[in-house]
């Protein structure tokens, strides 16, 4: 049959359709090839990794964080194996009816849970993500009994920082928390990633490069449900280094205990070396609570509440430091050749200057004192002298000399320099000039003068070792096998003052103690010569508590009781700072703790 045969309309009509069969098959011919292009060329890798994840994947394998020692080896941080529960997004169908499955078998978190999936899972489909961190044992059965009706739901056993008595040392030891994005990117922390936990404070924050290990992984095959069928490969974890502390457990209980119920620190060294022995701070906090992650409100509770639990107060809380100063007034005073030691001044228990009437401690007074009985009675009167005789520039040059105003180099950081006031810094912060009366204040201790208590305890270690300021350190080494770090003394300053003049300051300070009018008499241990000098530093002014009874002053308005010890005088082995914040006088309420501090370091007591 010939085309001339067809009728016209009709041969047209096919033509037209024809052209449509044709068009349309070049069109989903091109958008096939299109796809192919887009399946294979632009996103072709992305596939290629899909498809062998759904077959092999790659695992972490945490590293076991090294252990912390104390100086006897007596562990005080350990790692418990957690049972974490992951999910696999890419596993996932519904996560709905995943989750609900889990909330009733271990009371999972469902919103929690939808969140964190949402937040990661369309990123990263093929990483695991921690829904709910160690599972019980009972837990664990009911997951492994229903594993097959939970796709994409994997138990890991991890290491899990423990530490063994909770708020003990925790100052020292400090905390782990979450890494942040911040340092994330700061590079400091190259083997992290999100999710992992670091050093925040103390020891593991300082340690953190060595305590942390190195992560392994494995290559495992999975089944179509992401359920592991083999394990191809595997690279072990190497632990971290184990970090030993010049702390004794011990000792350091003592110190914890002279604190309990009352806010305050207790720092022993060895004078001689800088050694830390013990360092208690309270309040304190338990350091567990931060390992399974705290919520919003408990965090905004520790972080805001009044007390400053996580603050370590032994080197960044700042007091004024009572009569304790008056051992840098003293010194400056022989070293400047301004005084007779020997030549009694009448203390009749107030001094006038100006307008103002300034007291004793000593209601009556001390009557004629020197130097000697100035120091071992703490005589007021004799020191607002004294410290108008040197002037504020002077006592200031001295005080710096024996480390207050500076920090003490002290190994775990986060110190604070304290405050040593002169006349520039008063016109620079307050716009007026020195006074004198400031200048008297100063002299017993008061006034701007701040310090910490590390300050404190290495002053007195200066008076004793010989005018040397060493740099006070909590780590003995790093590492067993391989180590990274040794403790070796660090002598950072030397005081600058007379081998006579310390002697004679040293003679007096064994009279605080040893004297029958001392004032740190309540610090005595039969057979041991104990040095020392006691403080009361008034939160207040004394005029404004004028007339109201000790015990009627309200907690927060109560002095701060200040000690400062060595022992035995003669051949210091260790030296000891407590501080009871709001405790009333240093000889009743602080002594008492450094006596059991020394007698049990010396092993004569309990």
């Known amino acids: 049959m010939k085309r001339s045969d067809f009728d016209p309309i009709s041969a047209d009509a096919f033509e037209r359709q024809l052209r449509k069969v044709i068009v349309f098959v070049a069109v989903a011919f091109g958008v096939l090839v299109l796809r192919l292009w887009s399946l294979q060329v632009l996103r072709g890798e992305e596939y290629r990794q ?33 049972y974490d529960l992951y999910v696999t997004p890419e596993d996932v169908e519904s996560p709905e009816q995943l989750f609900g499955q889990l909330h009733s078998l271990v009371g999972l978190d469902v919103e929690d849970a939808l969140k964190k999936l949402n937040q990661t ?74 999710g992992d936990l670091v050093g925040k404070a103390g020891t593991e924050l300082k340690w953190d490069k060595y305590l942390s290990g190195l992560r ?30 010049n702390i004794d457990s011990e000792l350091q209980a003592v110190a914890e205990r002279g604190l309990s119920g009352r806010k305050g620190v207790v720092i022993a060294v060895e004078p001689g070396t800088g050694r830390i022995l013990a360092m208690a701070s309270r309040p304190s906090f338990d350091p567990n609570i931060f390992i399974r992650g705290i919520d919003q409100s408990t965090w905004k509770a520790i972080v805001s509440s009044k007390d400053y639990p996580l603050q370590n107060r032994a080197v960044s809380g700042i007091f004024p430091p009572g009569s304790v100063f008056k051992i840098v007034v003293a010194l400056a005073a ?4 301004i005084i007779d030691p020997d030549e009694p001044v009448i203390c009749n228990g107030s001094f006038p200057l100006g307008d103002r009437v300034f007291r004793c401690w000593k209601k009556h007074g001390h009557g004629a004192v020197n130097l000697h009985r100035a120091l071992v009675e703490s005589c007021d009167v004799y020191f607002y002298k004294l410290g108008l005789a040197l002037g504020v520039e002077k006592i200031a040059k001295f005080a710096r000399r024996l480390g207050l105003g500076r920090v003490t180099g002290y190994d775990l950081g986060f110190e604070k320099k304290g405050l040593v006031p002169t006349k520039r810094w008063k016109l620079k ?6 006074q004198g009366g400031e200048t008297a204040t100063l002299a017993i201790g008061q006034g701007y003068l701040l310090v910490t208590p590390i300050q404190l305890v290495n002053m007195i270690s200066a008076v004793f070792n010989g005018g040397f300021l060493y740099a006070p350190q909590v780590t003995k080494h790093v590492g067993a096998d391989q180590v990274y770090y040794k403790f070796t003394p660090k002598l950072k300053s030397v005081a600058g003052v007379s081998p006579e003049h ?7 300070l064994v009279g605080v103690v ?13 057979g041991v010569v104990v040095a020392g000098k006691t403080g009361t530093a008034q939160v ?30 003669e051949s210091p082995r260790i030296a000891v700072v407590v501080l009871i914040e709001h405790g009333g006088h240093g000889g009743s309420a602080a002594a008492p703790v450094a006596r059991e501090v020394i007698s049990k370091y010396l092993g004569l007591g309990s």
């Open 50 to 82: 899909r498809s062998e994840h759904n077959r092999i994947r790659l695992r972490d394998i945490p590293a076991s964080r090294g252990l912390i020692f104390d100086s006897k080896g007596r562990r005080l941080a350990q790692n418990l194996p957690s």
């Open 121 to 194: 899972g369309r990123r990263r489909p093929f990483k695991p993500i921690l829904i709910k961190p160690d599972i019980s044992r009972d837990q664990l059965a009911l997951v492994e009994t229903y594993r097959y009706d939970l796709p994409g739901i994997m138990i890991r056993v991890n290491p899990r920082r423990h530490y063994i008595k909770g708020e003990f040392a925790c100052h020292v030891l400090g905390y782990l928390g979450e890494i942040t994005e911040q340092q994330l990117r700061s590079n400091k922390f190259p083997h992290k990633r999100a």
């Open 216 to 245: 392994g992984g494995e290559q495992i095959e999975v089944d179509a449900k992401g359920r592991k069928i083999a394990v191809l490969s595997r690279r072990e974890p190497e632990p971290g280094a184990n970090v030993f502390l």
């Open 334 to 337: 022989l070293e400047e050749g």
């Open 429 to 434: 912060r307050w716009g007026s000039r020195w």
């Open 502 to 508: 310390l002697e004679r300051v040293r003679t007096a």
């Open 514 to 526: 040893n004297d029958p009018h001392g004032t740190g008499r309540k610090a005595i241990i039969d």
């Open 540 to 569: 207040v002014g004394s005029e404004k508590m004028e007339g109201v009874e000790e015990d009627q002053v309200p907690m927060h308005l109560r002095d701060h009781a200040w000690f400062v010890a060595v022992a035995p005088a």
